[in-house]
């Protein structure tokens, strides 16, 4: 089965550093999604991307957080500096944008990030 | 504002029963709505999807019904096992500059006790 492949799986790091979060989508799917999920917001949308080029990024904080697609088989999201408020479980889901819309996305197991 | 509310936060049942899961939305305008299984520490998987013109749809044992009059969604869940334990999160999409924006509802935590 083709899989949403999200790396590292977990990080642990320091108020202040500098966190990339990369995810490899599914070959062939043409929109990427970044979220971000926590016990008391759920599933928050931080960015879209459609063929590559990002749609909508309103729900990032623009001045720490950065998401690019470098080329279609990578994304990745950049926190610069780290915040504790930034601990969560940030997921990438992939899928078939427009011409398909009963496609379902296709998420990965999601980064576990604890800024300490 | 586009929101998708569920109920309840939680739930707890005994293995073997039955349960329904509900989902209110105001999402605008409505493509299509899905319900997805999470299991602890995996991404969130679709089990079923709905759109305007269907009221029922049917998984194996998961049931979904759709009043788009009413903006209201359910998930039933038939004979509950032990591997039902989840979040189920109900996804609303709606179409925005010729793509499919999905808004997340919260979820509800299931738990089955054996």
């Known amino acids: 089965d083709a899989r949403v492949t999200q790396t590292p799986r977990h990080k642990v790091t320091e108020m202040g550093q500098e966190v990339t979060m990369r995810c490899q989508p599914i070959l062939g799917h043409n929109t990427v999604f970044w979220y971000r999920q926590t016990m008391m917001q759920g599933l928050e949308l931080l960015a879209y991307f459609r063929n590559r080029a990002p749609l909508d990024d309103s729900g990032m904080p623009k001045d720490r957080f950065s998401a690019e697609m470098p080329d279609a088989t990578l994304a990745t999201l950049k926190i610069q500096p780290s915040e504790p408020r930034d601990s969560a479980v940030y997921f990438c889901?992939?899928?078939?944008?427009?011409?398909?819309?009963?496609?379902?996305?296709?998420f990965g197991n999601g980064t576990r990030l604890t800024v300490t | 504002k586009n929101q998708v509310e569920q109920s309840p936060q939680s739930l707890i049942i005994l293995e073997g029963k039955n349960c329904t899961l509900q989902c209110n939305y105001t999402v605008s305008p409505f493509s299509n709505l899905r319900w997805y299984k999470q299991d602890t520490g995996r991404g969130p998987v679709s089990l079923t999807i709905?759109?305007?013109?269907?009221n029922t749809k049917s998984n194996g044992r998961y049931t979904a019904t759709l009043d788009a009059d009413t903006k209201q969604s359910s998930l039933h869940i038939t004979a509950s096992q032990l591997s039902d334990s989840a979040s189920y999160i109900c996804v609303v999409s709606r179409i925005s500059g010729g793509s499919y924006i999905p808004t997340f509802g919260r979820g509800t935590s299931l738990i089955v006790h054996p």
């Open positions: 889901a992939s899928g078939l944008g427009q011409g398909a819309k009963n496609s379902p996305l296709h």
């Open positions: 709905m759109t305007f013109s269907e």
